[in-house]
């Protein structure tokens, strides 16, 4: 019999998925998150075919796809040469519902999720809560917390620790983050600017040794949409400078139009990481999202793991709790989900990154030429497309044992 709930420190779309999906199985759940509201991070934007499937066994996927805009073909392009090679999900269509890459920003996704928890009376979100630390034994974990009445303590089954990169969770457990992170940060600003106009599908990735561009069209509050564009900026930069709307400015009319004054209503900068937990699970504990694996955005991978790790780890955590299995089942979450996170995650968004900014004229010739053999081919066109997507990710880690 279930005596403690679980308790899920962040209420970012990982934690509140993975709270959902709990609570839909009968399983208590309590929330912790430190801000007041749920938090409105704007960085990740893409979800892929499985993650969308994956939304639809919770109910929400439909909401989401409402509020999002259908991205079913994507571009490389190369700053002096134009396009380069551009890819059809369509070509995947016999494998998922939804070929294309879904654009919505993911603090939508966690209202929808948030508004979907309220149908439940076993789930508790408690906002200005914040994990501090926790104890465990064999048979549960007591929970330190720190709320606007100061600091009590929270008896659970389990932990998740979906509280981001700076995870209390995962500096708790002491276990490694091992990876790097790149020298250079990412300016990211956004224009109404429509790049449709200019040939760009919806997703565009502009490859060059000093200034490569990812854009991403995103919906917004009303037409039109917005386009997301991020920028690599050298460390010695000052970041006033960066900021500085003159500057930002010049980045977008380096691979636009110069005799443009574009609309920038949007601008930051940040820096990016790629490092995964050397362990997800540490007895009655277990890490989620950019608690476990960070990465850069070039390919839109980070979110839909984390994602993935919440299907896969509750629907895990419901079988041991509710129906008997045994624990050493929990052991198979980090198997899979650390797995694809190195073999897929780390290894394509390094690689994307890598391919944008190679300086070599030869190998960055051979690489681009690859890319053009690729989409001309379509079986090799298609298999980049299920690997791309993640759902070769998905099935790897549905492999492993």
Same mark, same amino acid.
């Given at each position: 019999?279930?005596?403690?709930?679980?308790?899920? !420190?962040?209420? /970012?779309?990982?934690?509140?998925?993975?709270?959902?999906?709990?609570? %839909?199985?009968?399983?208590? =759940?309590?929330?912790?998150?430190?801000?007041?509201?749920?938090?409105?991070?704007?960085?990740?934007?893409?979800?892929?075919?499985?993650?969308?499937?994956?939304?639809?066994?919770?109910?929400? /996927?439909?909401?989401?796809? &409402?509020?999002?805009?259908?991205?079913?073909?994507?571009?490389?392009?190369?700053?002096?040469?134009?396009?380069?090679?551009?890819?059809?999900?369509?070509?995947?269509?016999?494998?998922?519902?939804?070929?294309?890459? +879904?654009?919505?920003?993911?603090?939508?996704?966690?209202?929808?999720?948030?508004?979907?928890?309220?149908?439940? &009376?076993?789930?508790? =979100?408690?906002? !200005?809560?914040?994990?501090?630390?926790?104890?465990?034994?064999?048979?549960?974990?007591?929970?330190?917390?720190?709320?606007?009445?100061?600091?009590?303590?929270?008896?659970?089954?389990?932990?998740? /620790?979906?509280?981001?990169?700076?995870?209390?969770?995962?500096?708790?457990?002491?276990?490694?983050? #091992?990876?790097?992170?790149?020298?250079?940060?990412?300016?990211?600003? @956004?224009?109404?600017?429509?790049?449709?106009?200019?040939?760009?599908?919806?997703?565009?990735?502009?490859?060059?040794?000093?200034?490569?561009?990812?854009?991403?069209?995103? $919906?917004?509050?009303?037409?039109?949409?917005?386009?997301?564009?991020?920028?690599?900026?050298?460390?010695?930069?000052?970041?006033?400078?960066?900021? &500085?709307?003159?500057?930002?400015? !010049?980045?977008?009319?380096?691979?636009?139009?110069? #005799?443009? #004054?574009?609309?920038?209503?949007?601008?930051?900068?940040?820096?990016?990481?790629?490092?995964?937990?050397?362990?997800?699970?540490?007895?009655?504990?277990?890490?989620? /999202?950019?608690?476990?694996?960070?990465?850069?955005?070039?390919?839109?991978?980070?979110?839909?793991?984390?994602?993935?790790?919440?299907?896969? +780890?509750?629907?895990?955590?419901?079988?041991?709790?509710?129906?008997?299995? $045994?624990?050493?089942? +929990?052991?198979?979450?980090?198997? %899979?989900?650390?797995?694809?996170?190195?073999?897929?995650? %780390? @290894?394509?968004?390094?690689?994307?990154?890598?391919?944008?900014? #190679?300086?070599?004229?030869?190998?960055?010739? %051979?690489?681009?030429?690859?890319?053009? @053999?690729?989409? @001309?081919?379509?079986?090799?066109?298609?298999?980049?497309?299920?690997? &791309? !997507?993640?759902?070769?990710?998905?099935?790897?880690?549905?492999?492993?044992?």
């Amino acid at each position: 019999m279930q005596q403690h709930p679980v308790v899920i !420190s962040g209420a /970012g779309p990982v934690g509140l998925v993975a709270a959902l999906s709990l609570a %839909q199985k009968g399983v208590d =759940v309590v929330i912790l998150e430190k801000e007041d509201h749920i938090p409105q991070d704007l960085r990740a934007g893409t979800f892929h075919p499985p993650t969308v499937e994956m939304l639809d066994t919770l109910g929400v /996927g439909e909401t989401l796809r &409402s509020r999002g805009l259908r991205v079913p073909e994507w571009q490389v392009r190369d700053r002096k040469e134009g396009l380069v090679a551009q890819f059809d999900l369509n070509l995947i269509a016999d494998l998922t519902p939804y070929p294309f890459r +879904l654009h919505v920003e993911q603090h939508k996704l966690s209202s929808i999720v948030a508004e979907a928890l309220r149908e439940h &009376s076993n789930a508790r =979100v408690l906002f !200005s809560h914040q994990c501090l630390g926790y104890e465990q034994d064999d048979d549960g974990v007591t929970v330190r917390v720190q709320g606007p009445g100061g600091t009590e303590e929270i008896r659970a089954s389990y932990l998740i /620790g979906a509280d981001g990169a700076h995870s209390i969770v995962r500096k708790t457990m002491g276990t490694e983050f #091992e990876g790097f992170t790149w020298p250079e940060r990412f300016l990211v600003c @956004a224009t109404r600017y429509d790049l449709r106009a200019e040939g760009y599908t919806g997703n565009a990735y502009i490859a060059d040794p000093d200034e490569w561009v990812a854009i991403f069209i995103q $919906p917004h509050d009303g037409p039109p949409p917005i386009w997301r564009i991020a920028f690599p900026i050298g460390p010695e930069m000052d970041e006033n400078e960066v900021l &500085s709307m003159p500057f930002v400015q !010049s980045k977008v009319q380096g691979f636009l139009s110069p #005799e443009r #004054e574009y609309d920038i209503p949007y601008k930051s900068i940040y820096r990016v990481h790629q490092r995964v937990a050397k362990e997800f699970r540490d007895r009655r504990v277990f890490l989620a /999202g950019d608690a476990a694996h960070v990465n850069n955005p070039l390919g839109g991978m980070g979110l839909n793991s984390g994602i993935h790790d919440a299907m896969n +780890l509750t629907e895990k955590l419901a079988q041991v709790m509710l129906h008997g299995a $045994p624990d050493d089942l +929990l052991d198979r979450y980090h198997r %899979q989900r650390h797995t694809v996170n190195v073999e897929y995650v %780390q @290894a394509i968004t390094i690689r994307n990154k890598r391919l944008l900014e #190679e300086r070599d004229p030869k190998v960055r010739k %051979q690489r681009l030429d690859e890319l053009r @053999a690729t989409v @001309a081919d379509r079986q090799a066109h298609r298999q980049f497309l299920i690997n &791309s !997507s993640m759902i070769a990710s998905v099935r790897r880690a549905n492999e492993i044992q």
